[in-house]
């Protein structure tokens, strides 16, 4: 959905490094949310935002952080990648009264 | 907390032949159940939602699936494959409270010419 976009697309880097993922959305939801893909096992959630000054832990938080600098957009902070941190990750939105979100295209993160 | 079980990780189909993915759910109250679509190196698209107003909801391409509380299924079905149905297919169950969604594995769906 291009009302959802995420940068980079693709991200290659190495063990210990610092990496950002952004998102960035114009279809003025409130919600925002960070989930992994990995092969076989679904999305799996790792931080959400209900607001701009309320984030909350998903169910694999450990080793991210996030930051929501505006009602618009949501960072996904890796502090030091791992290799099993290989993964496509989505970033999500929703508004508040309806629990369907939509997606952005992904970004390929690839930890050596 | 709620769950979903994808009941097939892959599929393949005839193209013009129907198509079956299974889903069943585990959910203490009357869940919101979704199916989404992931095409090769594309995000997830919204294919259709079930909200109790129905219990056959019809989505878009085609899609529909049926929900069936007795049975705690939401099956996705298809009436005639197209070569263009195939990619990731997710079932997904949402909190009844906090909106959070929980997925299924994923079935994959290839179609045969």
């Known amino acids: 959905d291009a009302d959802v976009t995420q940068t980079p697309r693709n991200r290659i880097t190495k063990t210990g490094k610092r990496i950002m993922l952004e998102c960035s959305q114009t279809?003025?939801?409130?919600?925002m949310y960070w989930y992994r893909q990995d092969p076989g096992l679904g999305l799996r959630l790792i931080y959400y935002?209900?607001?701009?000054?309320?984030?909350n832990k998903g169910e694999i938080s450990d080793g991210y952080s996030v930051s929501r600098q505006a009602q618009a957009k949501f960072s996904l902070s890796l502090e030091s990648a791992i290799p099993n941190q290989t993964a496509l990750y989505f970033c999500?939105?929703?508004?508040?009264?309806?629990?369907?979100?939509?997606f952005g295209p992904g970004t390929r993160l690839t930890v050596l | 907390a709620q769950s979903v079980t994808q009941l097939d990780s892959h599929v393949s189909v005839s193209e013009g032949t129907p198509v079956l993915l299974r889903c069943n759910y585990s959910?203490?109250?009357?869940?919101?159940l979704f199916w989404y679509v992931q095409h090769p190196n594309k995000g997830l698209q919204l294919l259709l939602k079930?909200?109790?107003?129905?219990?056959l909801v019809k989505g878009i391409n085609g899609f529909e699936a049926e929900f069936k509380k007795s049975e705690t299924s939401f099956h996705l079905t298809k009436p005639s494959a197209h070569m263009s149905d195939a990619a990731e297919y997710f079932c997904?169950?949402?909190?009844?409270?906090?909106?959070?969604?929980?997925f299924g594995a994923g079935t994959t769906v290839t179609v045969r010419a």
């Open positions: 999500a939105t929703s508004q508040g009264s309806t629990d369907t979100q939509y």
């Open positions: 279809k003025g939801h409130d919600r």
């Open positions: 935002s209900f607001d701009v000054k309320d984030i």
């Open positions: 959910s203490s109250y009357s869940p919101s």
């Open positions: 079930y909200t109790s107003a129905a219990t």
């Open positions: 997904v169950v949402s909190g009844t409270f906090d909106y959070k969604l929980s």
